[in-house]
């Protein structure tokens, strides 16, 4: 499945939630860039001015770092990918991976919040950890990004019938038990909660 949202929407935090309760990987190009940059390789060193900016790696070398992790054995038996695709480019690739792979999307949860709202969480999370892309200048630009690029993503997959939206505003935990229900219904099974 796909975690779609904006900046701050909390899909790293709930990728990590419904990994555990589906019993499979959850994979972030937002982490494994900043794995990367922190380990200093050819990769981090080209990611980091277009992160630190709030701009999109180019796809060139998104894609294909995609396509490296989905091809490790863990990713094998369904995984929860957070971050990607953010352009209409983006969801090509994809589905060309997951055709080689005889793999299909099940769900593409989309996970909602207004901008104010989103400003002020990742606002905070600059207080707590100083990640170098939140600050306000930053926050905005990320966000109009994902009104021009990724709202077109979201409608494609709701073209084909597979998108779930949910109300990201609330307490975490809540917000995770309205995931794991749409899950169920999109999948036609229910999923475990809390
Ligand atoms: P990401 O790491 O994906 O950053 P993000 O959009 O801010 O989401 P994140 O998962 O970290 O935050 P979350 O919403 O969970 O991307 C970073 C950069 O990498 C991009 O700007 C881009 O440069 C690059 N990149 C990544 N993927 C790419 C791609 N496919 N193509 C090109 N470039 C790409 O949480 C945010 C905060 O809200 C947290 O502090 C959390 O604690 C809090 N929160 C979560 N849920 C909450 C709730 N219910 N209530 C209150 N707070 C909540």
């Known amino acids: 499945m796909?975690?779609?949202?904006?900046?701050?929407?909390?899909?790293?935090?709930?990728?990590?939630?419904?990994?555990?309760?589906?019993?499979?990987?959850?994979?972030?190009t937002g982490d494994i860039f900043r794995a990367h940059v922190k380990g200093g390789t050819p990769l981090g060193v080209e990611a980091t001015r277009y992160m630190d900016a709030g701009d999109f790696v180019p796809d060139s070398v998104t894609n294909e770092m995609v396509r490296n992790r989905l091809s490790q054995d863990d990713a094998g038996n369904g995984f929860v990918l957070d971050g990607y695709p953010r352009t209409v480019a983006q969801v090509d690739y994809l589905d060309a991976i997951l055709a080689a792979g005889e793999q299909e999307l099940g769900?593409?949860?989309q996970l909602t919040a207004d901008d104010a709202?989103?400003?002020?969480?990742?606002l905070g999370r600059a207080r707590e950890t100083g990640?170098?892309?939140?600050?306000?200048?930053?926050i905005r630009h990320r966000l109009d990004l994902y009104?021009?690029?990724?709202?077109?993503?979201?409608?494609?997959?709701?073209?084909?019938?597979?998108?779930?939206?949910v109300d990201g505003i609330g307490g975490i935990d809540d917000v995770t038990d309205r995931v794991l229900a749409c899950i169920g219904n999109v999948l036609g099974a229910p999923v475990d909660g809390r």
């Open 2 to 28: 796909l975690i779609i949202g904006p900046p701050g929407s909390g899909k790293g935090t709930q990728a990590e939630r419904i990994s555990e309760r589906l019993g499979v990987v959850a994979i972030s």
């Open 107 to 109: 769900v593409v949860l």
């Open 117 to 122: 709202e989103l400003v002020s969480r990742l």
């Open 147 to 165: 009104h021009q690029q990724t709202e077109a993503v979201v409608a494609r997959y709701a073209g084909r019938g597979i998108l779930a939206q």
């Open 131 to 138: 990640r170098s892309d939140d600050n306000e200048s930053v």
